[in-house]
Every structure is written in C-alpha cells, then in structure tokens.
C-alpha cells in the first residue's frame, strides 16, 4: 500500500486547535500505523490544550487519546496484526489526524455491530473504568457504585459496566434530561446536583448505609462529601479533578469506616500495564459489546477541520455521551 508523505493533523498553537500538515509517522517495532477514520474527544485533550496536561515524554503532540481505523503498516513485532484489520487503540497522543501510531498491544479487533463512530468511543473510557471501578476498587456482585458526571462519556460507561456485572449504580448529574437518560441507561438512582444535595439524597437512598464505591472525576469539594456518602470499607477512586486538586480530609471519617482512598491517571502508565486492560477487555466485555448488550452512548460527530468545535460542546457540559471527529470517510 503506497502511503502519503504528508497528513492533516490538528496541533495546539497558544491555546487553540490549528489544521496543520505534518510527516505521516513511520511505525518501529512493537508499533502499528493507523489509517485513523474517528478519534474521541476527552477533557485530557482540553487540558493539553489550556497547557495543563503536557503529552508524555515521547508521546505525539497532536492531541487524541483514542481511535478507531485501519491498519497500514506494521512495525518488527507487531503481534498477531495484519494490514488491513479494522481496529480501535489507546494512544497517548496523536488521535486528531488521519494516520496515527498506536502500540500493536492496545490494537483491539473493533466488536461485530460497532462502527468506526461507535468503535472511537471505547477505548478511553472503558480502559479507564474497567481499570479504576473494577481492578483498583473491586467492585463487588450486589456492592453499590456513585458515579459523578452519570451522562459523560466515562459515566454512560461506568453505568453499562457495573450493571452488567450485578452491581447498583447511582448517579450524579447536571440536569433533570441527563439523570432521566442515566435511569434509562440502567442507573438505579440519579441525583441532580444543582438542585440536591447529593449527601442527603445518598443518604436517603441508601437508608443510611452509604455506597461501596465512588468513582469521582470532580475533586475540589466534593472530596470530603464523598467520605460522608462512603459506606464502611468503602473505596473512592479519583480519575481526575476539574474543579480543583485540592480538598480538606477528615482523617477520622476515613479511619472509623476503613476506607481507601485511591486514583489514577491512565496516560502515563506503560503499555504493559495498558495491555493487560486490554486484555481484560477482551476476556470480559468484547462479547457484551458484539452481542449489544452495552455500547458507547455517542452525542455527536464533528469532521476533523471542526475539532474547536468539539472541544466548545465538551466544555459547554450540554452533551450526554461521547464526542467523535470523523477523520476519514
């Protein structure tokens, strides 16, 4: 297959997206080059884009953690990939162009019934949620989860996967139509946090006892209420903090129930670590994936020339699920 020398790529240029052309990356070993055809937009890349989540030593600078295409190169060991599979891949930068080198361990098969749209919606928020909700906090057949921001694309995430493992789930949204479509989804509870208070209302819910584990993207105050709406031996497990880094601990709530406190950020960690999420996945829910039983719950596409745009609709909160760029047709 003949590749281009050159590729469009969208780049950070003083805090704002700019169409650019750059080299089409040569893949080495262990890598494999995408034909990227959708990327996901997430809050890291608004981050990196407001100069406050750099890339990772190495990594691309072009934004994009997730995307789905096809393969077009290979570098010496590549795994069992061929040219020409149809997959979806963690990266650590690079998504927001039409070619993108992704690490051949993280290339997984896109699931039967996914489309590329569909299949650019997997695999930063399920790697995420899979590793947090299920292998740092073990979450438990029957246990009780909190997700903050229910309708964002982690949270539509979080929601499907733990009720297909026989857990509770209970929500946090912004607004009456997103908790509405958090209960359709599957969630047993949501809370509007603009008008209610959701320490009182867990508490109300829970008739006293608490949840076993939360999964918390907001940080700042929501901090010490969350220890308040822990049960005992309860887990808290923080993915990230966009209202601030930095909160109050009453030490003496988390002694007397036990609690463990914990966090992660996926982006820095090795590719053996990520690997071993994908194959998790693949172990546990390709096949929910294929057969429709949980899907990534998509809001809206933006062509790649477009990609402020997305960024706008992602800070504006106004959406529910994930937001894709379609790079190729």
């Not at 040569?26 to 100069?51: E, F, Y």
């Not at 990772?56 to 393969?71: K, R, Y």
Request: proline share 5%; aromatic share 6%.
């Amino acid at each position: 297959m003949q590749l281009p020398d050159t590729m469009r790529a969208i780049e950070v240029q003083s805090g704002r997206l700019a169409l650019t052309e750059r080299p089409v990356p040569v893949p080495k070993a262990g890598l494999a080059l995408i034909k990227v055809m959708t990327s996901g937009v997430n809050h890291p890349d608004i981050m990196q884009r407001k100069g406050q989540y750099p890339p990772s030593p190495g990594a691309s600078n072009i934004p994009g953690l997730e995307i789905a295409g096809i393969v077009v190169a290979l570098g010496d060991n590549s795994n069992d990939l061929t040219i020409g599979d149809k997959v979806c891949a963690l990266v650590t930068g690079g998504g927001y162009a039409e070619y993108c080198l992704a690490s051949a361990s993280l290339c997984l098969p896109i699931p039967d019934n996914c489309s590329y749209v569909e299949a650019a919606g997997i695999p930063e928020t399920f790697f995420t949620v899979w590793s947090n909700v299920f292998d740092r906090a073990q979450l438990q057949k029957g246990e009780t989860l909190l997700v903050h921001g229910g309708s964002s694309g982690i949270g539509t995430t979080a929601i499907q996967l733990a009720k297909a493992f026989d857990a509770n789930v209970i929500v946090t949204a912004g607004s009456s139509a997103k908790c509405q479509f958090c209960l359709e989804l599957g969630a047993d509870a949501a809370i509007n946090y603009k008008s209610q208070d959701f320490v009182s209302e867990i508490n109300r819910i829970t008739n006293g006892s608490g949840v076993n584990v939360i999964l918390d993207m907001i940080g700042g105050d929501y901090f010490p209420r969350n220890l308040q709406c822990l049960a005992v031996e309860g887990r808290l497990v923080q993915i990230a903090v966009q209202q601030s880094p930095k909160s109050d601990i009453n030490l003496w709530t988390m002694m007397s129930k036990r609690l463990t406190i914990t966090g992660s950020t996926l982006r820095e960690r090795d590719d053996s670590f990520k690997a071993e999420i994908a194959n998790q996945l693949l172990k546990n829910i390709w096949s929910l994936l294929a057969s429709g039983q949980i899907k990534p719950i998509i809001h809206s596409t933006f062509a790649l020339t477009d990609a402020a745009k997305a960024h706008e609709l992602m800070e504006s909160s106004q959406h529910i699920g994930k937001i894709i760029l379609t790079v190729a047709t």
